[in-house]
């Protein structure tokens, strides 16, 4: 005999049909999304491609002539370009040879998430939002990725500042005049891609942006890093060797970078770990307040170079 269950009004449904209608029902509400049968507004890819280039080629025209380039967009960078954000009547040009921005910020140490930050560099967290653990002395990040983000974010929507990234600079423009002698007066720049590839091709020439005044901010010597300080180096406008960065000594290495950010010869500030580089103070590990607090007072070399 077959079992039979009670409708609401009392009609009798076999159990077996009562079972499949409500996996059918169960079925659809789990197959439906809100996105069904959608269909996208037209589009050609002549409007694609000039919805890019465009824009692109209009960005590079107004940018030849910037108030300040920033080369390298590691946390040191970020953090003035962050700082020149707050003063959107000037143009603030962030060329980075990598596709993605962000240098070694994206973890905290030896690939670990977690991004520690002394005091008082927590500040620029609180301005930026970012949460943090607070530690006495220190604070923690959960992520390293979730400052780098963040302060990406508020940068990229920043009206007065273009990131030009997959861009590097492979040279700087230099030229006297009887006022401030030899002065850095912009960058010399290529697709990071054509960079890497000059010995393969016959002659690859660059592009150029004026600046009135450069921040460089390249982090430590490597196959890319402290390319600035190195080239100043090169043509005598520094007199001193470049000792390198010293071993690391948390405690010292931090002060010494932000107390040693500077024009380091006119119309160019060094900041983050490319200071380590030049004066040969010692890394700090992975600490980053200095690279914050360093790239703040970058921002505000520069104004002060700008205002001269
Ligand atoms: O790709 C580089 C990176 O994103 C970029 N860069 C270097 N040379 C460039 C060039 N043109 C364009 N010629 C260039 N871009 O510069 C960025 C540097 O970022 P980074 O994170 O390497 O340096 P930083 O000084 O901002 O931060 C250093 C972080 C370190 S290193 C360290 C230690 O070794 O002890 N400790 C900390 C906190």
């Known amino acids: 005999v077959r079992k039979s269950v009670t409708g609401p009004r009392s009609r009798t449904i076999p159990r077996v049909v009562a079972r499949a209608a409500d996996a059918h029902r169960l079925n659809q509400a789990f197959s439906?999304?809100?996105?069904?049968?959608?269909?996208?507004?037209?589009?050609?890819?002549h409007q694609v491609s000039r919805a890019m280039t465009r824009r692109y080629f209009k960005d590079l025209d107004e940018?030849?002539?910037?108030?300040?380039?920033?080369?390298?967009a590691g946390s040191a960078g970020l953090?003035?370009?962050?700082?020149?954000?707050?003063?959107?009547?000037?143009?603030?040009?962030?060329?980075?040879?990598?596709?993605?921005?962000?240098?070694?910020?994206?973890l905290g140490g030896q690939l670990f998430s977690a991004m520690v930050v002394r005091k008082?560099?927590?500040?620029?967290?609180?301005?930026?939002?970012?949460?943090?653990?607070?530690?006495?002395?220190?604070?923690?990040?959960?992520?390293?990725?979730?400052?780098?983000?963040?302060?990406?974010?508020?940068v990229l929507q920043a009206p007065n500042i273009?990131?030009?990234?997959?861009?590097?600079?492979?040279?700087?423009?230099?030229?006297?005049?009887?006022?401030?002698g030899k002065y850095v007066g912009g960058a010399v720049t290529n697709w990071t891609l054509v960079s890497l590839n000059h010995d393969t091709q016959m002659c690859m020439d660059p592009n150029v942006l004026e600046s009135k005044v450069m921040v460089s901010s390249t982090g430590h010597d490597g196959p890319m890093g402290a390319s600035g300080v190195k080239r100043l180096q090169k043509l005598g406008m520094v007199n001193?060797?470049?000792?390198?960065?010293?071993?690391?000594?948390?405690?010292?290495?931090?002060?010494?970078?932000?107390?040693?950010?500077?024009?380091?010869?006119?119309g160019m500030v060094i900041c983050g770990m490319e200071v380590?580089?030049?004066?040969?103070?010692?890394?700090?590990?992975?600490?980053?307040?200095?690279?914050?607090?360093?790239?703040?007072?970058?921002?505000h070399c520069a104004l002060n170079s700008l205002r001269r």
């Open 120 to 154: 008082p560099a927590h500040n620029l967290l609180d301005e930026l939002n970012v949460p943090y653990e607070d530690e006495g002395d220190y604070v923690v990040i959960k992520h390293a990725s979730l400052f780098t983000s963040t302060i990406l974010s508020k």
């Open 162 to 180: 273009k990131l030009f990234n997959a861009t590097a600079v492979e040279d700087l423009i230099v030229r006297e005049d009887a006022m401030r």
């Open 79 to 106: 953090s003035c370009a962050y700082e020149l954000s707050k003063h959107p009547d000037i143009k603030v040009a962030l060329i980075e040879q990598g596709v993605a921005p962000g240098g070694g910020a994206w």
């Open 240 to 266: 001193t060797g470049i000792p390198g960065m010293a071993a690391l000594d948390m405690n010292t290495a931090e002060d010494a970078v932000v107390n040693n950010t500077r024009e380091v010869v006119p």
């Open 32 to 45: 439906e999304t809100p996105f069904d049968g959608f269909k996208f507004s037209p589009i050609t890819e």
């Open 276 to 299: 380590a580089e030049l004066d040969g103070c010692p890394r700090m590990g992975p600490t980053f307040g200095a690279m914050f607090m360093s790239g703040q007072k970058a921002a």
């Open 63 to 72: 940018y030849a002539e910037a108030d300040v380039i920033i080369v390298g």
